[in-house]
């Protein structure tokens, strides 16, 4: 139920979001869903309106929610949801996410415009900083005068 | 006394039970949780008011004995909120109707001479004004979605409509406590409800319903006469406290 939050995941969580539309199931395959309705209302109901709604969550993009827990901290990312758009998505994330005082502010960006680096650079990427520890200020000795370092 | 604010109290536990019943039944994760999230809003407010009649009414009687032990004739609440959720539409449509009317309501009570109601309505404000928001946004897209969602949303309306005019209907008991500073004047709350529902409506390129021009409503629930449904939904609600009465865990 809950979606993985980091951008590689997000991408592969999407489904149906990003399927490629040739590989896509032709309608009638797609799982449908009924609607429950109570008999006493289905009574009154116009009987063209009690046909099968077709669940079409699975069509909403995925958004990537961020939350400033308090005034001068930067956002964090919290998690990610499903919804039509941005203002749907900054409501579902203040439901989803700030329910137990969590935040004051929300910053919702569609994950498809997130772009994370490749798991299978790691080596290339990191590993070389490993043995670099004149990098690190810690790594220079500094004359005595110099105080408040 | 006792008599009004059972009747705030009720509208807001048998609302507030309405939308509970959507949990776990949401048709996506994130509406489940904004529904819960309301109904647990609503159930809060009931509290508060059920804490305060029992004060009132003293004899040991505490916040439970209300929403468990009373029958179907002693609730005040109004037929609309216990109208079943139906589909989401309809569940919205209620919503809209009664947020809205909770909106005006609650900016009123907070004028109100009883300081502890005044209270509760300031905070209570707070948290319909979101509901509002809420069931505001899902009226516009459902009725500016798709054909379907549109006819739905526009079949909710009329179902609905005639529910509403009650709210806007003082009982007695409403009366008295207008004259005595503590209610207000629900029947002035009533043109700007309906122009703030007719905004609303027509951003959703929906029409508004034609039974608008009657006066006729729907009415018997701030008095105990209420429509079938409500019985089966206490039935549900008091089951356990009826069955193994003091129950707590």
């Known amino acids: 139920m809950f979606r993985r939050p980091n951008g590689a995941n997000a991408t592969a969580a999407q489904g149906p979001d990003t399927a490629d539309p040739k590989k896509e199931k032709p309608v009638a395959e797609r799982p449908i869903s009924y609607r429950p309705v109570a008999p006493a209302v289905a009574l009154n109901v116009v009987p063209s309106l009690l046909k099968p709604i077709r669940m079409s969550n699975h069509e909403w993009p995925l958004w990537e929610i961020f939350i400033r827990s308090k005034a001068g901290l930067d956002h964090k990312h919290v998690g990610s949801l499903h919804a039509a758009d941005a203002q749907m998505a900054i409501e579902m994330a203040r439901d989803v996410y700030t329910r137990r005082q969590e935040g004051i502010s929300i910053w919702a960006v569609e994950s498809k415009n997130i772009h994370a680096s490749n798991p299978d650079d790691a080596v290339s990427f990191y590993d070389p900083s490993n043995d670099k520890v004149y990098r690190h200020p810690t790594f220079y000795d500094l004359p005595d005068e110099l105080t408040h370092m | ?249």
């Open chain 2, 1 to 249: 006394m006792i008599d009004y604010i059972l009747h705030l109290a009720d509208n807001a536990l048998i609302y507030g039970h309405r939308l509970s019943e959507w949990c776990g039944h949401g048709p996506i994760l994130e509406v489940d949780m904004a529904l819960s999230n309301i109904a647990l809003d609503h159930v809060g407010a009931a509290r508060s008011l059920y804490q305060y009649a029992a004060e009132i009414e003293g004899n040991g009687k505490t916040e439970d004995f209300y929403p468990y032990f009373r029958d179907v004739r002693a609730f005040r609440n109004v037929l609309l909120v216990e109208q079943p959720n139906g589909d989401f539409a309809d569940t919205m449509a209620r919503a809209l109707f009664f947020d809205t009317y909770m909106v005006l309501f609650y900016t009123a009570l907070q004028k109100s001479s009883d300081a502890r109601l005044a209270a509760i309505a300031e905070k209570s404000l707070k948290e319909v004004t979101y509901h509002l928001r809420f069931s505001r946004e899902w009226v516009i897209r459902l009725g500016d979605g798709t054909e379907e969602s549109h006819a739905r949303m526009q079949h909710a309306i009329a179902e609905l409509w005639p529910y509403a005019g009650e709210l806007f209907a003082p009982s007695e008991t409403e009366r008295a406590m207008q004259a005595a500073g503590i209610a207000p004047d629900i029947a002035a709350l009533k043109p700007e409800w309906e122009r703030l529902i007719g905004e609303t409506l027509q951003e959703a390129t929906l029409s508004y319903p034609l039974q608008a021009a009657g006066a006729w409503h729907h009415s018997g629930g701030k008095t105990g006469v209420h429509s079938e449904y409500l019985g089966f939904a206490l039935a549900e609600l008091q089951y356990l406290q009826k069955s193994y009465p003091g129950c707590a865990w």
